[in-house]
């Protein structure tokens, strides 16, 4: 059981780009919001951007100005777009979505994780 499958990590130098990807599987009708979050080591995860499924957005202020999330609904698929990457972003993103009804048995479902390392 894997409803979020994740692409678009990888290794990228300072001031590079990376486009994240999560497409939520399986039988979930509503989907609320999406979004992702990550966690370097030695750190808590935490929220980088949130999307409803009006469009609403909800950025971390690391992230304003540099990311931008956004959504197919039609896919239930999430991205995650971040120019101007630094060393500091180097982490596991995670992709989260939410379900208010829990289709699945769940009110929230998580990615694996998709590691994104800057480095030069």
């Known amino acids: 059981q894997v409803p979020l499958v994740e692409s678009g990590g990888g290794l990228v130098q300072p001031g590079g780009s990376l486009r994240l990807s999560c497409a939520a599987s399986g039988n979930i009708f509503s989907i609320y919001t999406m979004g992702w979050y990550r966690q370097a080591p030695g750190k808590q995860r935490e929220l980088v951007a949130a999307?409803?499924?009006?469009?609403?957005?909800n950025y971390a202020a690391s992230a304003k100005g540099r990311f931008t999330i956004s959504r197919d609904n039609a896919k239930n698929t999430v991205y995650l777009q971040m120019n101007s990457l630094k060393p500091e972003d180097t982490a596991v993103y995670y992709c989260?979505?939410?379900?208010?009804?829990?289709?699945?048995?769940?009110?929230?479902?998580w990615g694996q994780g998709t590691q994104v390392t800057v480095s030069s």
């Open positions: 989260n979505a939410e379900d208010p009804i829990a289709t699945m048995g769940e009110f929230h479902y």
């Open positions: 999307i409803t499924r009006g469009g609403n957005t």
